[in-house]
């Protein structure tokens, strides 16, 4: 059974960093490319950060986040993370782990929460 567990969400001041991580089972992400997405309340789930698999590790950033977010991936560990510096409220979001660009339903885990006051 695959899953996808994701840790790290906290609350934090505006400005604060917080570096989530995404620890996989059931399944090897090396060869996959993974994403970060979130889900703000009232709002549509959004992709905001991507990694290619296969060594080469591009990463894309949505514009909301670029210059902030970092996106990483230890594929020893079956993990992925989520660096996110100069947090902003409108940061606040369920975020969740899953490939990308195309996640797969399935594969959808808890998330975890992000909360930034201001």
């Known amino acids: 059974q695959v899953q996808l567990v994701e840790s790290g969400g906290d609350l934090v001041q505006a400005g604060g960093s917080l570096r989530l991580s995404c620890a996989a089972s059931?399944?090897?992400?090396?060869?996959?490319?993974m994403g970060w997405y979130r889900q703000a309340p009232g709002k549509q789930r959004e992709l905001v950060a991507a990694?290619?698999?296969?060594?080469?590790?591009?990463?894309n950033y949505s514009d909301s986040v670029k210059g902030r977010f970092t996106i990483s991936r230890d594929n020893a560990k079956n993990t992925v993370y989520l660096q996110m510096d100069n947090l902003k409220p409108e940061d606040t979001a369920v975020y969740y782990c899953?490939?990308?660009?195309?996640?797969?339903?399935?594969?959808w885990g808890q998330g975890t929460q992000v909360t930034v006051s201001s």
């Open positions: 059931g399944i090897d992400i090396s060869m996959l490319g």
């Open positions: 899953n490939i990308a660009p195309r996640p797969l339903a399935q594969f």
């Open positions: 990694i290619t698999s296969g060594g080469t590790n591009n990463e």
